[in-house]
């Protein structure tokens, strides 16, 4: 008996001694070449549309009071790691993640044992960039792709011909936004509402190509029936037509924003029907403004209105204050009478051949008139 129970005591002692143990020293955090805890992440990613997996595994450990694995990750170009998920299985050796974004990242996970102890393993993963999206093949409308974490600076949205009836906030990314087959096919109407008192579209950054922008109407005092323009937003090749608002009809322009190429017609506004622009310094080039004037307002030095044609639009173009305008180029306009207003301009009837989108003859004095640096040349060569 005496011997039993000097074996039993022994045995307490000995395990005492290893519970001791492992409580200090739950798992090395350091692990040697045999005892290696790795990550590896994969994806079969050809285009990430909406979503996409990414998976997973790591290799097997073993660990003493053993808590949950934790898996992060992180773009990059971050600096702070975001959770994905806490697993409490220990034999659990993969995992598949779902992202929505096409940055590059880096995963890791956390062995972590009672005490907190942790061990991480970390790899990261190239994703296949997304430069294109589509509506509404993709997205239903506009807004939606432009604000899809998809949808990056430098990316271009893809929109086929149809109405979408939504106010655009267009700002914080530079992206194309351009139609498939143009203005004529692909129109943008403001969110309904009884009586009308939205705007069409808020651009300050990126481009917008080639749509009909109509029937804006934002509430009493509001600047832009059609487009609002701050900062560096710019439209091109678009009809903006049958819009009002107080401050400019069809357009406001202010800060850097640019026009080019577009038709801006049939617009309401009682400070100019057309365009109102104040403190702005961007361009206005190659646009055809009918039955709509030019408002300018504040110190608009290094705007430039050139290779317009401003016609049955009286008074053109007009100054709430012309003195502080001496820093505005106006060249190499059509314009309805002599104002006196910029230079080399024309006043002659412009001879359109429609009043849809105002094609000339080929008899047109607008013809082969305008400024003759190779920047605004035809794609033939031939002066613009």
């Known amino acids: 008996m005496k011997y ?6 022994t045995f307490l002692i000995m395990l005492f001694a290893l519970l001791s143990i492992s409580c200090e020293w739950p798992f090395n955090t350091k692990p040697t070449e045999n005892d290696v805890f790795e990550l590896t992440v ?5 285009r990430l549309m909406p979503s996409a997996n990414i998976n997973l595994t790591w290799s097997e450990i073993t660990v003493e009071q053993f808590t949950m694995y934790k898996i992060e990750r992180m773009r990059t170009q971050d600096t702070s790691w975001t959770p994905i998920v806490d697993l409490s299985n220990a034999f659990q050796l993969s995992y598949t993640d779902t992202i929505w974004d096409d940055e590059n990242l880096i995963y890791r ?14 790899e990261s993963i190239s994703i296949p960039k997304t430069t294109e999206v589509y509506v509404p ?13 998809l949808v990056d600076d430098g990316d271009t949205i893809i929109v086929s011909p149809g109405i979408y009836l939504e106010t655009l906030g267009i700002a914080g ?8 087959e143009g203005f004529k096919t692909t129109i943008l109407q403001p969110t309904y509402a009884d009586p009308p008192n939205e705007r069409v579209m808020n651009i300050s950054s990126g481009i917008v190509d080639g749509f009909t922008i109509e029937l804006g109407s934002p509430s009493f005092g509001a600047a832009g029936g059609g487009v609002a323009m701050t900062q560096n937003g710019t439209v091109k090749n678009c009809y903006i037509t049958t819009n009002q608002s107080e401050y400019g009809g069809g357009v406001f322009l202010t800060d850097d924003g640019s026009l080019y190429n577009n038709i801006i017609h049939n617009n309401i506004g009682a400070n100019g029907g057309g365009m109102y622009i104040t403190d702005a310094h ?16 504040g110190d608009c030095t290094g705007l430039i209105i050139r290779n317009n044609i401003i016609y049955q639009s009286q008074p053109d173009i007009s100054y709430t204050n ?9 060249d190499f306009n059509l314009l309805d009478e002599n104002i006196n207003v910029g230079s080399d301009y024309i006043n002659e009837d412009p001879e359109f051949l429609d009043n849809i989108d105002f094609r000339l003859s080929p008899t047109s004095p607008c013809i082969d008139a305008g400024h003759d640096d190779n920047q605004y040349l035809d794609i033939d060569g031939s002066r613009n």
């Not at 990314?173 to 498939?180: A, C, F, G, Y």
């Open 173 to 180: 990314k530079d992206v194309l936004i351009r139609s498939v």
């Open 4 to 9: 039993i129970h000097k074996i039993g005591v």
């Open 322 to 330: 012309s003195a502080l305008q001496t820093g505005i180029i106006i």
């Open 42 to 46: 994969k994806h079969n990613i050809t």
């Open 137 to 149: 093949n993709e997205f239903q409308t506009i807004q939606p792709a432009f604000e899809s974490e």
């Open 282 to 297: 961007g361009e206005i080039i190659n646009n055809t403004l009918v039955q709509n004037d030019i408002v300018i307002n």
């Open 109 to 122: 996970i956390g062995i972590i044992d009672l005490e907190d102890n942790v061990l991480w393993a970390t």
